[in-house]
């Protein structure tokens, strides 16, 4: 399995921007689903981006459709989410998971389709 370090959190107020990454060692990315995913306090874990497909094929929740972009660097073994527009409702622990499986298209992400996950990085928007 790869291992995956997120990092790039912090606190932004409304309107910001933050860029996370997630650093993956022990295997490469290039051939992987990745994605990301968020957890609010008391509500259940989130899928918000994925690339897939050999870095061809991009998936967004709708809540962040037109603000966040997600990418995948193969030389780095890096993939990154540029999160623009930042509101309070994305305040969450971020993480990062990665999937053997791959996929012809993704319509919604779950949990049980990754088996790799970092350990998150925590982002909080303040209005």
């Known amino acids: 399995q790869v291992q995956l370090v997120e990092s790039g959190g912090g606190s932004v107020q409304a309107g910001g921007s933050l860029r996370l990454s997630c650093a993956a060692s022990?295997?490469?990315?290039?051939?992987?689903?990745m994605a990301w995913f968020r957890q609010a306090p008391g509500k259940e874990r989130e899928g918000v981006a994925a690339i897939y497909d050999g870095r061809t094929k991009t998936y967004y929740v709708d809540s962040v459709k037109g603000r966040f972009t997600i990418s995948q660097d193969n030389a780095e073994n890096t993939v990154y989410l540029q999160m623009n527009g930042l509101q309070s409702a994305d305040t969450a622990m971020y993480y990062c998971?990665?999937?053997?499986?791959?996929?012809?298209?993704?319509?919604?992400?779950?949990?049980?389709?990754?088996?790799?996950w970092g350990q998150g990085t925590q982002v909080t928007v303040s209005s």
């Open positions: 998971a990665a999937s053997e499986m791959g996929y012809l298209k993704i319509v919604k992400l779950a949990e049980r389709m990754f088996a790799s």
């Open positions: 022990g295997n490469s990315v290039s051939r992987k689903t």
